[in-house]
């Protein structure tokens, strides 16, 4: 069974803090990894992709990866109210087959 | 560009009956996910469909089936309805070949299984 593992929370922070979200995964055969946002109600947003090892930018958003430990991040800087959502992360397997994590919910308090 | 549509956006039907619910994928994607997604059990991948065939299966029983048209465009159908199916189902896009495989979530349909 692949996993994925996610920290439920929720994890709060004060408006303007760096958030920091966790994922981990069992499988080292995965290659792509995506961060979700996914307001009440609502469906999953796509925030970030990464696949290579290393850092990828994109505004108030940085994805971490580190295949050899086994985990992905995301880190939402200057985190704001509207960020407060839960954070899913997903693992893509053959073709396009992906495992989701349970999610965590993020309270960024004004 | 228009995003990922499904209609209906709600179900509300009697255990025992089926249900059909339909998934339009952004222009030009050719591979279409379902999810369903229940408080208890997250985001649960059911099947997968590229050119018209199905590529991948989640662990859902033979009630739950899909398809997918020319067009890209599917639908999944479960029948025999039981309480435990009530859950939002989810259709996702992805352009392929050669595409970044980033998935693009519809709104999804609440089904309500009376």
């Known amino acids: 069974q692949k996993e994925v593992e996610q920290n439920s929370g929720p994890l709060s922070v004060p408006e303007g803090a760096i958030a920091s979200l966790n994922c981990t995964y069992s499988?080292?055969?995965?290659?792509?990894f995506f961060w979700y946002r996914q307001y009440s109600g609502k469906s999953p947003e796509l925030i970030m992709s990464?696949?290579?090892?290393g850092d990828k930018e994109d505004g108030r958003f940085t994805a971490q990866l580190n295949k050899a430990s086994q985990y992905v991040s995301l880190l939402i800087r200057d985190s704001q109210p509207s960020d407060s959502a839960t954070y899913l992360c997903a693992v893509r397997y053959n073709f396009n087959k992906f495992y989701f994590g349970s999610g965590t919910k993020l309270n960024v308090k004004p | 560009k228009a995003g990922v549509t499904q209609t209906p956006r709600y179900l509300i039907k009697t255990r025992g009956q089926q249900v059909t619910l339909s998934c339009s994928p952004i222009s030009g994607h050719r591979s279409v996910s379902w999810y369903q997604q229940t408080p208890g059990q997250g985001l649960q991948f059911l099947f997968e469909?590229?050119?018209?065939?199905?590529?991948n299966k989640g662990n859902f029983p033979g009630r739950f089936s899909g398809r997918q048209f020319s067009n890209s465009r599917s639908e999944m159908n479960v029948s025999t309805l039981e309480l435990g199916d009530s859950a939002l189902y989810l259709c996702?896009?992805?352009?392929?070949?050669?595409?970044?495989?980033?998935?693009?979530f519809g709104p999804g349909t609440r089904l309500t299984v009376t």
């Open positions: 469909y590229f050119s018209e065939t199905q590529r």
């Open positions: 990464i696949y290579s090892n």
């Open positions: 996702a896009s992805s352009l392929e070949p050669g595409g970044s495989y980033e998935q693009y």
């Open positions: 499988d080292r055969g995965s290659q792509s």
